[in-house]
């Protein structure tokens, strides 16, 4: 990935952060009794919400491009299959706002309702799990290159999103799945957005794989810092 654009992917995937945050504030004050620790961000979009269409197309579709555009800006730089099956885990953080936008729940965000509501469950399922998996796929390869606090950071990362997805699927802790849902959010943003920052490029045009300025260590096998023996 040439210097130029190799901010671009960790850039994309703050942006989505952003409009994570900044689309959830908004239209929750336009969203009569909403709360942020009872509520989804789905139930902003869900049947009969107030502005259902734009909190699809404007909110969660936009977010879930920006996050598979760059995964797949660092994909066409990956060098190997370990890396290529971090990033396509990692896709699945984009494939759960994707899916919401055309897959809206029903009222109340309930486990299970009319078919939309599963394949907007389904997708949320894929969303969480496959998203820690790939944070936990990408701590084994850091993990592998000796370099421990990175790889315990994603670890904890991966870890925190299955425990999130547990608990987003017990009935019992409805009262606060929005909170569990936001914590989950940020984790799952905090470890992508390192992950591609990780892998943006910064060795030369030649040399794709991302150097982590610290440590000298690369995600992809077979590469070495430039200088290395």
């Not at 494939?95 to 055309?102: E, Q």
């Not at 904890?156 to 999130?164: E, M, P, R, T, Y």
Request: proline share 6%; net charge positive; glycine share 12%.
């Amino acid at each position: 990935m040439s210097t130029s654009h190799q901010s671009v992917p960790p850039t994309l995937v703050a942006v989505a952060a952003v409009m994570v945050l900044l689309g959830t504030l908004w239209f929750s004050s336009l969203q009569p009794g909403y709360s942020q620790i009872t509520n989804t961000i789905s139930e902003l979009g869900e049947t009969g919400a107030v502005h259902p269409h734009l909190v699809a197309y404007g909110f969660f579709l936009p977010v879930g491009l920006m996050v598979w555009l760059a995964l797949w800006l660092l994909h066409r730089e990956a060098d190997g299959k370990e890396v290529s099956r971090v990033l396509l885990a990692l896709s699945c953080l984009g494939t759960g706002y994707v899916a919401s936008a055309f897959f809206p729940c029903d009222l109340g965000a309930p486990l299970f309702g009319t078919w939309r509501t599963l394949a907007h469950n389904a997708a949320g399922l894929a969303d969480y799990g496959g998203t820690a998996i790939g944070l936990l796929l990408a701590s084994r390869c850091l993990a592998r290159r000796r370099a421990q606090a990175q790889a315990a950071a994603l670890a904890v990362g991966g870890a925190f999103g299955l425990l999130c997805l547990i608990l987003l699927c017990l009935p019992s802790a409805f009262p606060v799945r929005g909170a569990v849902q936001r914590a989950a959010e940020l984790a799952q943003f905090t470890g992508v957005f390192f992950v591609c920052f990780l892998l943006s490029g910064r060795g030369t045009p030649n040399q794709r794989p991302a150097l982590d300025a610290g440590t000298g260590v690369t995600l992809q096998s077979g590469h070495q810092p430039p200088g290395a023996s």
